[in-house]
Nanobody, 123 residues
Framework: QPVESGGGLVEAGGSLRLSCVIAGVRGDYDMAWFRQAPGKELEGLACRNWNGEHKNYKDSVKDRFTISRDNVKYALILQMSRLESEDTAMYYC???????????????????WGQGTQVTVSS
């Protein structure tokens, strides 16, 4: 199961770095970051296929968020910058038991989900 970390409280315009590891696993998987704000639907933010050759982003974050992988820690990273109050949400890491050419931003494509880490942006 994925385990997220790195959330917290940050001022608007600031940055945060989220990390996700799959406990006990050292392999490569298609993975993604999602978020859900109160009263809103779960939305896909960024994904990375198993070898990093394909990445995709939600349009509203593609110029501010970067998905990457820490190959030493086998961790999926979401670097977020220029944060806005609208970015306040619970952020989830997800992985699927597949190795595809293309990653996906649809939640139903993923098999394993973390418990989430809260990101709060104060204005």
């Amino acid at each position: 199961q994925p385990v997220e970390s790195g959330g917290g409280l940050v001022e608007a315009g600031g940055s945060l770095r989220l990390s996700c590891v799959i406990a006990g696993v050292r392999g490569d998987y298609d993975m993604a970051w999602f978020r859900q704000a109160p009263g809103k639907e779960l939305e896909g933010l960024a994904c990375r296929n198993w070898n990093g050759e394909h990445k995709n982003y939600k349009d509203s974050v593609k110029d501010r968020f970067t998905i990457s992988r820490d190959n030493v820690k086998y961790a999926l990273i979401l670097q977020m910058s220029r944060l806005e109050s609208e970015d306040t949400a619970m952020y989830y890491c997800a992985a699927r038991n597949k190795r595809q050419k293309w990653c996906a931003l649809q939640s139903d494509q993923y098999d394993w989900w973390g418990q989430g880490t809260q990101v709060t942006v104060s204005s």
